[in-house]
């Protein structure tokens, strides 16, 4: 995630999907998140916005089957880890 001309604060696998004033980001390692969720709400106040605090959340897709949250719900589809035509985990969602 870029924030800026030449500042970038995670180097590994990231992901972003957007609308209108939604958004959701997804990480590779769980370091990264907690150091864009530490910089975010600095990054807000400094445009004079802020994070919901209902709406704002860490989803671990991978974690083990009854042990938390393994999808999320954005702009009415569910998101979850699926698997490819090949059998490796993939980003999914469905309505």
């Excluded at 990231?14 to 980001?25: E, Q, T, V």
């Excluded at 083990?64 to 998101?79: E, P």
Aim: no cysteine.
């Amino acid at each position: 995630m870029v924030f800026g001309a030449n500042t970038t604060i995670v180097k590994r696998e990231k992901y972003y999907r957007g609308y209108a004033d939604d958004f959701i980001l997804g990480f590779e390692k769980k370091e990264d998140v907690m150091r864009v969720m530490k910089v975010l709400p600095k990054r807000f106040e400094k445009y004079k916005l802020n994070l919901h605090p209902d709406k704002t959340k860490v989803v671990d897709l991978f974690t083990a089957f009854g042990q938390g949250d393994r999808s999320f719900d954005f702009l009415g589809f569910t998101h979850f880890i699926g698997k490819s035509r090949n059998g490796s985990p993939t980003a999914s969602a469905k309505i």
